[in-house]
């Protein structure tokens, strides 16, 4: 019914023999080379232009292919260190930033709400100075945005968001580099969400229009992403020309789409709401079934940690399932924002065709 898919390193070479192809035409080239992103921090990617995204994954993408398959050795970040700073726990943020600045000669430095207390018994604009004569970069899991706000204004330093309760910036670039290396192409795509309206949600709708990825949405009533960022949203699709639909009926947003995505229906911070989100949630489950209403090359996206209630094992353990891969593209894209925004590191392998 679908062709078969490539194992992950075929498809990552697949990737770098069309990426050869774009530079020999040098499409997009010049002004992916132009763009600064040293010293800037990332709260949400609705503050990067099409262009800063792209050269987000093309960073990322390269030192993948460096690092992993030509099993180079770059220490780009020796010398510097890195706050960690978690309210809320996590296995791949802080796997991710923790081995992969250790693998460019960084220095990883682990801190819970036990070690850190932020807000409590220090403000924010405390901690945010005295990390700023500390380390080179934060990267803070936190429950409030308005905390990372905080950090962002008072710090000298870089703060990335490692998820907030407004965006999850770092997930979806890991979500398109995944998305890149199996189609070899993001233009055109149409990525389909089926459940909550949330901060992964988000930081998709504040990025897909950018790509030229079409995106479709199905929440609960009640469970709609914040109408601000609905907004923007649909001023982004526009503005790129994509299409934007919004509704409550999940194999309407599966129709015709290549990519199926979900996520957790239960946060933390959520678990006295369980019984009624699952009451609210039924017949939202990825199966199968609502694949059948996708595209015949039609793939599946979740962030982790997987419940069954989101979608059963016949689809998150089939050959359609990029969740391992797109678990491990943590790694890669943590670290490539993290060498943008702290070198001048220039890219070896040849552009990505998006």
Known sequence: MFPRLLSVNTNVFKCLQSFQSCAARGFGSASLDSVDLKGRSCLTLKDFSSDEIKRLLWVSGDLKHRIKHEKQYLPLLQGKSVAMIFEKRSTRTRMSTETGFALLGGHPCFLTSQDIHLGVNESCTDTARVLSGLCDIVLARVYSHSTLEELEKEASIPIINGLSD??????????????????????????????????????????????????????????????SIIHEAQKLSKQHGTQLVLTSDPMEAAHGSNVLVTDTWVSMGQEDEKKKRLKDFRGYQITMQTGSMAKPDWTFLHCLPRKMEEVDDHVFYSSRSLVFPEAENRKWTIMGLMVSVLTDYAPQTPLMKF
């Open 166 to 227: 407004l965006y999850h910036p770092i997930q979806i670039l890991a979500d398109f580099l995944t998305l890149q290396e199996r189609y070899g192409s993001l233009t055109g795509l149409t990525v389909s969400w089926i459940g909550d309206g949330n901060n992964v949600l988000h930081s998709f709708m504040m990025t897909a229009a950018k790509l030229g990825v079409h995106l479709r949405i199905a929440t609960p009533k009640g469970y709609e992403p914040e109408q």
